[in-house]
Structures are given as C-alpha cells and as structure tokens.
C-alpha cells in the first residue's frame, strides 16, 4: 500500500536562510509526488508536482523539490525563506497505476520568524 | 477560469441530523475527490468519483456517501452526524484521476454541537 511520512510537525526557521521540509514515501513503481501549501481556513494549494524526468522540480513562489528515488524521499526546498511562507505543507503521493488515490502525509507547519 | 466552488461555507448541526454539502469542479474536470480535514487526523481521503460513478472509496462508515451529476458537479452526505463528524470538508477536482494534481475548494467547515 502506497503511503507519505513528514517526520516533522514543524519546522522553524528565521528569514532568509534556507528551508527544507521534508518527505519520506512508500509506493510500489515510480510514483507521482507531490507538494501542497494551506493558509489558515483554506483549501489546499498546489506547489509543485514530480511525474518523471529531471529529480530537481522548480514549483511556485521560489520553491522547489528534490526526487532522491534511492532515499525515497521528496523533500521541499527554498534558498531563502519568506515571513509569508508561514504555512502548513503536505507532500502527497499517487500510485501511478492509476487504481488507488492521492494519499496525504500529517503536514509540517512551517514557522518564519523576521 | 473558475477555481473550484464549495458551498456552503460554514455549517452548524446538531447531533443525528444528516448534512449535504456541495462541489462544483473546475470546468472540463472530471474526477471529484472528497477529503476529511481534522487536527487529529489529518487529510482522510473520503470517495472518488469520476464520470459519475465512484472510483476509490476510504475507510469511512457507510454514513457518509456521495455522488457525481453527468455535469461533473458533487455532493457528499452525512447522515446521523456524530460530534466527531465535525472537520474541514474539501473538495479537489482534477482532469482524470489526479496523476497531475489536484485543485482544491476554500472546503467547507462542518461544527455538529
């Protein structure tokens, strides 16, 4: 059965420096994974996606996610952090047989501080 | 074009009534899928649908169903709501079967008091 581990309920980090979010996942085949964002009493918004191709996938508002297919691991990345990137992220993953559905891990909440 | 709209937005019931709560996709969308928000939880997947008929169901009691109209557009049911039925309900559409993601409603907040 497919399933997605965030090791981490939240992750601090001050403005500018680097952040990383992190994303474990079980799937049988390559899977498609995927990054989703979500404000306070909102839906969930669509970051970025990793169907096949390059490991590095670039997504919105300067993040991106590295596919480490041995690790099996998509973590999210951003060189420099925003105030506004306050947020709770989920990674997402899609056996690609096309039977099963989108399986959601716990969410990390991301913390900026000026 | 149009996001994905769910109505209503915030809903108050009381214990052993039912609830039916609304999802109109993106146009052209095809596949509607239903997830159940809480702080203890997490996102649990609910039902798929796609092209009317159900594709993927969750580990949920049979209190909760749902369906697809020929226009795409959704709806789930809760009947005999439990004060544990109380979350962010959310919608997400996609063009298939969610291979290239999923566009999701603002949800809607159910309280059963």
């Known amino acids: 059965a497919q399933s997605v581990a965030q090791p981490e309920d939240q992750v601090n980090v001050a403005e500018g420096n680097p952040l990383t979010v992190k994303c474990t996942y079980s799937?049988?085949?390559?899977?498609?994974l995927f990054w989703y964002v979500q404000y306070p009493n909102r839906g969930l918004q669509f970051l970025l996606k990793y169907i096949t191709g390059d490991n590095l996938v670039k997504g919105s508002y300067g993040f991106e996610a590295e596919f480490n297919k041995s690790q099996t691991s998509f973590h999210l990345k951003k060189p420099s952090a925003l105030v506004s990137d306050s947020a709770l992220y989920f990674c997402?993953?899609?056996?690609?047989?096309?039977?099963?559905?989108?399986?959601f891990g716990s969410g990390t909440r991301l913390s900026i501080r000026p | 074009k149009a996001g994905v709209t769910q109505t209503p937005r915030y809903l108050i019931k009381t214990r052993g009534q039912q609830v039916t709560l609304s999802c109109s996709p993106i146009?052209?969308?095809?596949?509607v899928s239903w997830y159940q928000q809480t702080p203890g939880q997490g996102l649990q997947f609910l039902f798929e649908?796609?092209?009317?008929?159900?594709?993927n169901k969750g580990n949920f009691p049979g209190r909760f169903s749902g369906r697809q109209f020929s226009n795409s557009r959704s709806e789930m049911n809760v009947s005999t709501l439990e004060l544990g039925d109380s979350a962010l309900y959310l919608c997400?559409?996609?063009?298939?079967?969610?291979?290239?993601?999923?566009?999701f409603g603002s949800g809607t907040r159910l309280t059963v008091v």
């Open positions: 146009s052209g969308h095809r596949s």
């Open positions: 997402a993953v899609r056996d690609p047989s096309g039977a099963s559905k989108i399986i």
């Open positions: 799937v049988s085949g390559n899977p498609y």
């Open positions: 649908y796609f092209s009317e008929t159900q594709r």
């Open positions: 997400a559409s996609s063009l298939e079967g969610g291979e290239y993601g999923y566009t």
